[in-house]
């Protein structure tokens, strides 16, 4: 949809378009830069021609409700038709505003009722822009002005959306640079400081890494929370604290792998293996989310307009350097178990740095 704005001295007319790609259920707009405590006004078609105004508002991200009491009174207005895209208008007061933050939404499905309280459908698509009030104009027809609205790019983040970016930030650092930095770094220093490498996984796993992760989970709660949002209402957030859990549950894990062992092992139990299986498909799982977190999540959320292709290029590259270089320390093996036999010593998966010597004899490795 396309919104035109023309100040006529005391009063602005909005002028709501269609362009055309959607079915025409109801169009939106709202003077402001979010859905929670926006005056909105809603419009729509009903069967019989006529054309239902409701002015409603919402207190968070929910269908929202008649405005009894609107800042300022909404008025319809006809004969504003150009080509054959359907179009809608209303007029209000105008105020002392230059630029205009608005909110616009548009609907596939028609309320089928013409009362101002009909029940609405979830919008199909909507977003943010900005209008120019004070941009001079020649024609005289409103419906033949060009758009009025700027890109979201010139448009400044609200608190939310900045904790919003905060909480990606934050996260994919996290998930997807110190969680892989510390797999990696366990899976080839293990080769060569087989006394010291544990350490070195751990202290980047969870003090380095945990702290950031926790950062970055609290600040997507609060985003959510400034944006008077609902928690968990779709995929991206709810495998955000599933993998939250498991990252937790795998740290939790890791320790009882590493500090509860048997001394006279004779080789690497299963539990090893599996704490290495759960890490990498954590792993895994964080590309997926934070994928999704930017390809989807950001644009639906805010409604503005996708993130630059290179953020696409730097995460596909990245998702290719990652198992290349896991798979590539895994040619260390036959060193590792060589090393181990020749000292006939077990040296666990995840071992702490605390080697148990047992007898002189080589034996198979697991």
């Not at 830069?33 to 409603?56: A, C, E, F, K, Y």
């Not at 919003?164 to 770094?185: D, E, K, N, S, Y």
Request: positive net charge; proline residues 7%; aromatic residues 10%.
């Amino acid at each position: 949809m396309c919104i035109r704005a023309v100040v006529n001295g005391s009063s602005t007319n909005y002028i709501l378009s269609s362009l055309g790609n959607l079915n025409l259920g109801w169009m939106a707009m709202g003077f402001g830069q979010q859905m929670p405590d926006t005056p909105m006004v809603i419009m729509w078609i009903n069967n019989d021609g006529s054309v239902t105004l409701s002015q409603r508002s919402a207190a968070a991200e929910v269908m929202p409700t008649v405005d009894s009491s609107p800042p300022r009174k909404a008025v319809k207005v006809s004969g504003l038709t150009i080509s054959s895209a359907a179009q809608l208008a209303f007029s209000v007061p105008s105020n002392s505003d230059t630029k205009q933050p608005v909110i616009f939404a548009i609907g596939t499905t028609n309320p089928g009722s013409s009362a101002e309280d009909a029940t609405l459908n979830q919008h199909t698509d909507y977003g943010i822009l900005q209008l120019d009030l004070a941009k001079q104009i020649n024609n005289s027809d409103p419906g033949n002005l060009p758009p009025t609205g700027s890109s979201d790019s010139f448009s400044p983040l609200l608190p939310y959306q900045r904790l919003i970016v905060a909480h990606a930030i934050f996260c994919t650092v996290g998930f997807l640079l110190f969680l892989p930095a510390g797999a990696l770094l366990a899976r080839y220093l293990r080769n060569f400081l087989p006394t010291t490498w544990f350490q070195t996984h751990w202290i980047v796993q969870f003090v380095i890494a945990g702290p950031t992760i926790l950062i970055g989970v609290i600040l997507g709660i609060e985003s959510v929370a400034e944006a008077k949002a609902f928690h968990l209402n779709d995929t991206h957030k709810k495998w955000g604290i599933a993998i939250f859990i498991l990252y937790l549950a795998q740290c939790a894990f890791g320790a009882f792998v590493h500090f509860i062992k048997k001394k006279d092992r004779k080789r690497r139990p299963p539990k090893n293996y599996l704490h290495a299986i759960l890490g990498l498909a954590i792993i895994g799982l964080a590309l997926y989310q934070v994928h999704s977190g930017y390809h989807y999540e950001w644009p639906s959320t805010t409604g503005r307009k996708p993130l630059p292709k290179v953020v696409g290029i730097i995460f596909w590259v990245w998702l290719v350097f990652l198992p290349l270089a896991y798979f590539a320390g895994l040619g260390f093996l036959p060193k590792q178990y060589r090393q181990e036999s020749r000292k006939a010593i077990v040296n666990d998966e995840d071992d702490n740095g605390n080697l148990f010597n047992l007898k002189q004899t080589a034996y198979p490795r697991r």
